[in-house]
């Protein structure tokens, strides 16, 4: 029996990336992010966070890009590279966390909500729409500010403010899930709410589930650029930082066209990287997009 649950989950796997290396868009996004991963994984065998200090900052201020600073300097003479290469960590984590959290919360909550009729679910979806309806990047703003700036409190401040989509998008897959004759069959024979949640319905939904995440990591990121930029930052430095850094000391007005395109640069190719991925995962996992394709 082990056996055979193994080949038939290497023969799905097999078929999962016939299908995904079709996707010539989401193979460039899954590489980019790969790269992009790994830079950050292996940043600190190179350089560390003295980089970004600004005791560190030995070369001349607003220096543009040369073969010695490829991509430039900041204002206060540090190199652009080393920070945008070290800022990568804390973009990525902050994305990763808090994308995982807001997934970790919509599925309990969607699966609750389709699975459990009446009252709690409606009272579960209620919360969800009342959610749903809030400025996100306000809440997330005034929730950073009131909790503090630390890592946990941006990945937080930015969970609580995307989960309700993707705890929709959960309930619909399970109340579909749940139509299903086998479900009935399950119930009749004494199946609980444990069993057919975990043994029928995560199955269903984890597919989609995995195209979400990748989503809202993109999504993370850019949240968490944004509240950055607008002041709430996990004061550590990262892409969204550097742009708030170069506002505040002109880089616009010292024609430091580097110390603004670059990171800004970063954000929009890792985000479209994710977003890449994640549109060729979803047009593989789910079963009505491919039929359209």
Not at 47 to 59: K, L, P
Not at 94 to 105: K, M, Q, R, Y
Not at 123 to 151: E, H, Q, Y
């Amino acid at each position: 029996m082990t056996s055979l649950a193994a080949s038939r989950r290497r023969l799905a796997l097999s078929r999962f990336w016939a299908d995904f290396r079709t996707h010539r868009a989401g193979l460039a996004g899954a590489a980019i992010l790969l790269v992009a991963v790994l830079l950050a994984l292996v940043a600190p065998l190179f350089i560390s966070e003295d980089v970004t200090s600004v005791v560190e900052g030995t070369g001349q201020k607003f220096a543009p890009p040369s073969l010695a600073e490829p991509f430039g300097t900041d204002e206060s003479g540090r190199s652009i590279l080393l920070m945008v290469w070290w800022g990568s960590r804390t973009s990525l984590l902050i994305g990763f966390l808090a994308a995982l959290l807001s997934v970790v919360i919509g599925l309990v909550v969607g699966v609750a909500a389709g699975h459990f009729r009446g009252w709690i679910g409606g009272a579960l979806m209620r919360v969800t729409d009342w959610f749903l309806v809030l400025p996100s990047l306000v809440t997330a703003l005034v929730l950073a500010a009131i909790l503090g700036g630390s890592t946990a409190t941006i990945v937080t401040a930015i969970a609580v403010t995307t989960w309700p989509s993707t705890a929709r998008l959960i309930r619909a897959q399970t109340l579909a899930v749940e139509a299903r004759p086998y479900i009935e069959r399950s119930k009749a024979l004494g199946a609980g709410h444990w069993h057919i949640t975990t043994r029928h319905v995560l199955p269903n939904v984890a597919p989609l589930l995995l195209a979400s995440t990748t989503l809202e990591v993109a999504s993370a990121i850019v949240t968490e650029s944004t509240l950055a930029f607008l002041g709430a930052s996990a004061n550590k430095t990262s892409w969204g930082t550097m742009l708030r850094a170069s506002y505040d000391f002109g880089a616009a007005t010292n024609a430091a066209w580097w110390y603004i395109i670059i990171p800004g640069l970063a954000i929009l190719i890792v985000v479209m990287a994710f977003t890449l991925m994640g549109r060729a995962l979803e047009a593989v996992l789910n079963p009505q997009l491919r039929r359209k394709a």
